[in-house]
Nanobody, 115 residues
Framework: QVQLVESGGGLVQPGGSLRLSCEAS????????MGWYRQAPGKQRELVAI???????NYGSSVKGRFTISRDNAKRTVYLQMNSLKPEDTAVYYC?????????WGQGTQVTVSS
């Protein structure tokens, strides 16, 4: 069974930075696309960023230019560097692994942007 374990969430002031990490338990990581999604209270889950197995990236319009997704296949880990954080970035952030190896979700990590 594939497990995705997220870390790095927390409380940060507006304008600050955080880096989220998501480690996959198996080698399915290397054959799947990886992504980050988020869900704020009362809102639908939305795409934050995805990165293909080849390294191509795509971002949600609200985070483009502020967030950067990257992956380390040797460590089976995907990262989300979040800069210039805004209160509206507050949400639970979920790691996703999707592709021929199946579709999997992490348990989520809370990010709160507040002064």
């Amino acid at each position: 069974q594939v497990q995705l374990v997220e870390s790095g969430g927390g409380l940060v002031q507006p304008g600050g930075s955080l880096r989220l990490s998501c480690e996959a338990s198996t080698a399915v990581f290397s054959i799947n696309n990886m992504g980050w999604y988020r869900q704020a209270p009362g809102k639908q889950r939305e795409l934050v960023a995805i990165i293909s197995r080849g390294g191509s990236t795509n971002y949600g319009s609200s985070v483009k230019g502020r967030f950067t997704i990257s992956r380390d296949n040797a460590k089976r880990t995907v990262y989300l560097q979040m800069n210039s954080l805004k209160p509206e970035d507050t949400a639970v952030y979920y790691c996703n692994s999707a592709g021929v190896g199946g579709n999997y979700w992490g348990q989520g990590t809370q990010v709160t942007v507040s002064s």
